[in-house]
């Protein structure tokens, strides 16, 4: 079954349907693109309309890398073996689904599988005998086996492993980073039966240079995403509370980082808002699953509150410094440059700087926005704030989150504009930490 599968989409005879075109699914399908016919659908019609806007009329071209974030360049995109729906239609007939839909979480921080479970009726109804599904979305260990096969098969009227196989490789995408691309990270392959890794060997090892690793079972692979993220989200937490420690005592945080760094088994981690839609969500798949065993990872939960409070540390040092210099919340006036969840991405959900803005509008701030590539839309549409188009006048306090590559070039006269003689510029990262001497300065 599986050698028929294999050679049905060498030889273009079979396709694969890649079902969610975000950071994950859009970068894989223009890949995957080069060596087997591709269909790719997403639910959104303007996501549909910008990625087809940015390839027509170009050439397919034999090498590229695709972006981790944004769309390739339209130069970079084929013309041919990849087309583009917003309609169901365009993945019947298809042989192998890979989803890569939204796994998020809901306020109340519980595992949101809308998204996935739509998509697996979806897939269910069009499902048919000697198809494979591959899953990339990340989800707890178990989802898989106990959540989405059951799915599959009740809709579909198929017996997994009999007649249709499945596959788990959680997506390891950095958005914006330009090194650890796509083709340049290993990627991790499971499979509900072992007839079916070699059809999954065969899709991902004609895009993934770095190699394969095939995890023992489905649950190792899914379990090895969460640890991933976690062991992240611990380490910036631990780094969080010593630089909260730190400041207290009166120690420069950004020398204590420097020095430490000078023996060969530190790890460079450094305090920060732990956002975006990896370590501020893995935690709670993990730690939900975990109830299901009566067993409580603290430190896991820990992590994640530590590095939740970094929020009211931000604003407390507003409103702190607001005091000091006696203005009155009401008449402040703040600038966040940078609102997106990360540098040099433009995606603003899950940023927890915006979380940060919306606090202190709420309290009385007069707020502004700024940022030179942010998801203007996303952000109207998840918060509803937006962007200023210019700015203007003096600011209390400059804020600098997302520290884009656009920043780089700011200098001591551009805060002084920017600013009173007794403003402050709360650089969140430190990188003009060296540059700030004549406004007060505060970094995490």
């Not at 591709?38 to 806007?53: F, M």
């Not at 009227?157 to 796509?182: A, C, M, Q, W």
């Amino acid at each position: 079954m599986s050698d028929s599968l294999i050679q049905g989409l060498r030889q273009g005879k079979q396709a694969i349907a890649i079902i969610g075109l975000g950071y994950t699914g859009w970068p894989l399908a223009v890949a995957l693109s080069d060596h087997f016919e591709v269909r790719g659908y997403d639910s959104s019609t303007a996501r549909i309309e910008l990625l087809n806007k940015e390839r027509a009329g170009k050439q397919k071209t034999s090498t590229r890398k695709p972006s981790n974030e944004q769309p390739p360049k339209a130069q970079d995109l084929p013309s041919a073996g990849l087309a583009l729906s917003c309609s169901e239609e365009i993945i019947r007939g298809a042989a192998c689904f890979i989803i890569a839909v939204p796994t998020p979480v809901h306020k109340n921080n519980a595992p949101d599988l809308h998204s996935l479970e739509t998509t697996l009726l979806t897939v269910g109804a069009v499902l048919k005998k000697g198809d494979l599904v591959v899953i990339e979305s990340t989800v707890y260990p178990g989802c898989t086996e106990e959540f989405c096969i059951p799915l599959l098969e009740k809709i579909s009227k198929l017996k997994v492993n009999i007649d249709f196989g499945v596959g788990y490789s959680p997506e390891r995408i950095n958005p914006g980073d330009t090194i650890h691309t796509l083709s340049s990270v290993t990627k991790l392959i499971s499979a509900s039966s072992t007839q079916w890794l070699p059809v999954i060997e065969c899709i991902y090892s004609s895009v993934i240079e770095a190699g394969l690793f095939v995890c023992s079972t489905i649950k190792v692979a899914e379990a090895a995403k969460m640890t991933e993220n976690i062991q992240r989200d611990v380490n910036i937490a631990l780094m969080n509370q010593l630089s909260a420690l730190y400041e207290k005592m009166q120690i420069d945080t950004s020398d204590v980082w420097q020095a430490a760094a000078t023996k060969w088994n530190f790890l460079p981690f450094r305090p920060g808002l732990a956002g975006g839609h990896c370590i501020s969500v893995d935690p709670y798949y993990l730690l939900h699953q975990a109830q299901q065993f009566s067993f409580s990872p603290t430190l896991v939960a820990e992590a994640r509150r530590v590095n939740e409070s970094v929020k009211s540390r931000i604003v407390n040092r507003v409103l702190a410094h607001l005091e000091s210099v006696g203005v009155s919340v009401p008449h402040a006036r703040l600038l966040i440059k940078g609102i997106s969840f990360k540098p040099n991405v433009a995606d603003v959900r899950n940023a927890k700087i915006v979380e940060v803005a919306l606090e202190l509008l709420q309290m009385g701030c007069q707020v502004e926005l700024s940022d030179p590539i942010a998801d203007t839309a996303g952000l109207q549409k998840e918060y509803g704030l937006s962007l200023i188009d210019e700015e203007k006048g003096l600011y209390d306090i400059v804020i600098v989150a997302a520290c884009h590559a656009d920043y780089n070039t700011l200098n001591e006269d551009y805060f002084c504009q920017r600013t009173p003689a007794l403003g402050l510029i709360a650089d969140l990262s430190g990188t003009f930490r060296n540059t700030i001497t004549k406004r007060t300065y505060w970094t995490l």
